[in-house]
């Protein structure tokens, strides 16, 4: 519902109040007029003529309200924080490392195989090198067909015994291999192998890690 102002509010109090004096008005010239007739039907057949005079209703004044004054509350004042100071944690300075030197290995050379005796045909065509003490080499070379040869491994020791290295002949296209275990205790180090067969001779090298 909408809310009235003060100026409505007047406005409508002032029209009850006409109103109602308007209607207690009526009521008093009602009862006037039903006294006269009735005092004038027992004295007198004339009709008697009586002005009525209708009050004039005065407007009631209603006074002004006097304006309510809300005293104006004091601001508040809210005293400032002083700022917390946080201490700066000092860097925490990590010592560089060193740079780790990994000398550089030298390397290894295996000394090439020698040249074979002029005209002959024996050539290496594989060879397990380096390899690890323990583990099986093995040597294919290519030379005369249907030819036997023989091989020589030469360590620190000797001459090698190994399962293996017995004589062996060449198939139709001159091919041949030999495979054998190097010893687990075998050093390290760089060692000669001789092959041999029909009077031509070729040595070769391979590498023990």
Known sequence: MKKLS??????????????????????????KAESTTNSTEATSIEPTYKTTTEPTTEPTTI???????????????????????IPATEPTTIPATE??????????????????????????ENLTTPIDAGKEAT???????????????????????????????????GFLSWTWKVGAKTKSGTYRIVISGDNEKLTTYFKVN
């Open 6 to 31: 003060k100026k409505q509010i007047i406005i409508i109090i002032v029209s009850v109040i006409l109103v109602l004096s308007l209607i207690g008005a009526i009521a008093d010239r009602t009862k």
């Open 63 to 85: 006074p002004a309200t006097e304006p309510t004054t809300i005293p104006a509350t004091e601001p508040t004042t809210i005293p400032a924080t002083e700022p917390t100071t």
């Open 99 to 124: 740079p780790t030197t990994i000398p550089a290995t030298e390397p290894t050379t295996v000394p090439a195989t020698e040249p074979a005796e002029q005209g002959t045909k024996i050539t290496v």
């Open 139 to 173: 040597l294919t070379i290519k030379g005369k067909p249907n030819t036997e040869y023989r091989i020589s491994v030469y360590y620190s020791s000797g001459a090698s015994k190994a399962d293996g290295l017995e004589n062996k002949t060449t198939d139709s296209n």
